[in-house]
């Protein structure tokens, strides 16, 4: 790394992680002509990254625009299906767009970011890989350098992309110390299936993909998220249940998972695959109340690291990548005025607030604080209640219609009681209030 | 763990053990998790045992003594924030090593 700096070590700027916002902050730097350094700890961008996961084309454009010729994409999604999952029943809402653009493509991680890496590598950023940060160097208040395993280098600013965990955020106490509501552990298995197999039991084309929204099942009563994405000729499933959950009881992540497969809707579209990789991580759930402070002097903060992801939507690299430009920009505003103050780099913070990132995480404030509150309500009662309705819609069993109508409409008074279904009701309209007017 | 051990069919049967030899490690000869031992022997919860998705920590009960397998880890971070006593000294793995992931 040293041959690249001059003879202090020193470049502009230093970014830390080789995930989409990293990547998308230096590549923003390069391109204006500056002297970029990514920092990423795994063997290459990529290795020490998972997601569910789709990329979003349109904001993916904006930092790669040609991205769709040459990138290592599996398929583009035009299908989305939505499985809200009882014990052993499921209901499945679907939507097909054959037609248009796709909004999203699979990709996999170890080839995806390692493609945006290197991309940026041949616009000018120098890429580090194999080497981890283990803390900034703060001198007189500021951010100035970082210091790896082996050197320290220094640099005006240095943009931190480390991701959810985020110790270098932590570190200059930007950002407090994530507690267990605010975080999910996610597990992901990957099964190899024939591209043949895949088509039949998602009803696609080659290369169209279908995503799988999973509510309940295995997660029944707890705050959890399942998955499916397909990929070229595998599939991915995955789910993230909120830590905070397993204190209170001994289910494993991974046991989740398993029961998750078991489940009669969700089996067959497995069955007969062969596990290529097991794999975890966690997911930002803080929202909007827990986004850090996002710049001090000579520093600014990133993507996960800033805990910018809406998880109901399972949209994070768009965020992380918008964040990664707007910091890139303001890094070229603050070197073109040799100005690497808080003040100077706060244009980041208020250009974000701006943008979709912020406005999203604000519609969705108060999200979470319903979700744990009602919990037992949201992703148990109602999701089993929807599935025992069509169990009645469906039944021929020789018992009037308005009879099971009824039956039905009172079990909700039976089980619930009023003043639960008044505070069920009163969070929604909060909700509603929130994502719509607040 | 060998990286080219795949798993067919009946993933019901499917292990722990199963799961993480689907994975490629660069495995380090000194550990990055190091919890402080003491304070583990009063804490209640032993969280640590329950969160971890590639069983890391396992609590011997004879020998009052927390089993780190840190070989295994995913580094995922869960057990840093979960930990109740947060007394785990955290740190990513070198740079040339721990978890691969191709398929993430
Ligand atoms: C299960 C799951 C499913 C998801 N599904 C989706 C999805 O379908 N679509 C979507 O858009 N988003 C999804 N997300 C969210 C998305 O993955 C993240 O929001 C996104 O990757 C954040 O990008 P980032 O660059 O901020 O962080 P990361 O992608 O985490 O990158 C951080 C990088 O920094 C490196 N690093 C960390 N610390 C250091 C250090 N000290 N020194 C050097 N390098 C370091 C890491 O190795 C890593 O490469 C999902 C997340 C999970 C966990
Ligand atoms: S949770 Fe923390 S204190 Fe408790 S056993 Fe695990 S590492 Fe030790
Ligand atoms: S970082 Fe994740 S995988 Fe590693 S020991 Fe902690 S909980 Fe387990």
Excluded at chain 1, 377 to 385: E, R
Aim: net charge negative.
């Amino acid at each position: 790394m040293s041959e690249n700096l001059n003879s202090e070590n020193k470049t502009e700027v230093i970014v830390v992680g080789g995930g989409p916002a990293g990547i998308s902050c230096a590549v923003t730097l390069a391109r204006a002509g500056h002297q970029v350094v990514l920092i990423e700890r795994g063997k290459f961008a990529g290795a020490k990254n998972m997601f569910g996961g789709a990329i979003y084309a349109q904001p993916t454009r904006e930092i790669f625009p040609d991205f769709e010729k040459t990138a290592p994409l599996e398929r583009k999604n035009v299908t989305h299906k939505y499985a809200i999952l009882g014990e052993k029943d499921g209901t499945v809402i679907e939507y097909t767009n054959k037609s248009e653009d796709p909004v999203s493509y699979t990709v996999v991680r170890g080839k995806f970011d390692r493609w945006m890496a290197e991309e940026a590598k041949k616009e000018g950023v120098i890429l580090v890989e194999e080497t981890v940060v283990k803390e900034l160097i703060v001198e007189n208040e500021a951010v100035v350098g970082v210091r790896t395993e082996l050197e320290d280098f220094y640099a005006n600013i240095v943009v931190v992309a480390d991701g959810v965990n985020s110790l270098l955020a932590k570190q200059i106490g930007l950002r407090g110390d994530i507690e267990t509501k605010d975080v999910a552990v996610s597990v992901k298995e990957v099964y190899k299936l024939s591209k043949e197999k895949i088509n039949d039991r998602f009803h696609l084309n080659d290369e169209e993909g279908c995503i799988y929204e999973l509510f309940g099942g295995s997660m029944l009563n707890k705050l959890g998220l399942g998955f499916i994405y397909t990929n070229k000729d595998s599939v991915s499933i995955g789910l993230g249940i909120t830590l905070n959950e397993f204190e209170n009881d001994d289910t494993k992540p991974y046991e989740y998972l398993d029961k998750l497969k078991k489940h009669p809707l969700i089996e067959p579209l497995i069955k007969d695959g062969e596990l290529l990789e097991y794999s975890a991580h966690l997911i930002p759930e803080g929202g909007f109340n827990k986004i850090p402070t996002l710049c001090g002097a000579g520093v600014m903060v990133v993507g996960d690291a800033a805990m910018l992801v809406n998880n109901l939507h399972w949209e994070g690299t768009n965020l992380a990548m918008m964040s990664g430009k707007l910091a890139g920009e303001t890094a070229v505003v603050a070197l073109s005025k040799n100005d690497f103050s808080e003040n100077s780099l706060n244009r980041y913070a208020e250009e974000l607030e701006k943008t979709f990132v912020i406005k999203d995480l604000k519609t969705y404030r108060d999200l979470m604080d319903i979700a744990h509150s009602r919990k037992n309500s949201f992703f148990g009662y109602y999701l089993k209640k929807i599935n025992s309705f069509f169990e009645m819609f469906t039944s021929v069993n020789s018992v009037p219609k308005r009879t099971l109508y009824w039956n039905f409409i009172k079990s909700l008074f039976k089980d619930r009681g009023i003043k639960e279904l008044f505070k069920d009701l009163w969070a929604v309209i909060q909700l509603l209030w929130g994502i719509l007017i607040k | 763990m060998g990286s080219n051990t795949t798993i067919v069919g009946d993933f019901n049967q499917m292990t722990l053990d199963d799961k993480l030899s689907t994975i490629k490690y660069e495995p380090d000869i000194n550990s990055h998790l190091n919890p402080d031992f003491e304070q583990c022997k009063t804490c209640k919860s032993k969280i640590c045992n329950k969160i971890c998705p590639a069983g890391v920590y396992e609590w011997l009960e004879d020998e009052k003594k927390l089993l780190v397998k840190y070989e295994n880890c995913l580094e995922c971070g869960a057990c840093r924030i979960a930990c109740e006593k947060k007394c785990i000294n955290w740190e990513y793995p070198k740079g040339t090593k721990g978890v691969i992931f191709k398929r993430g």
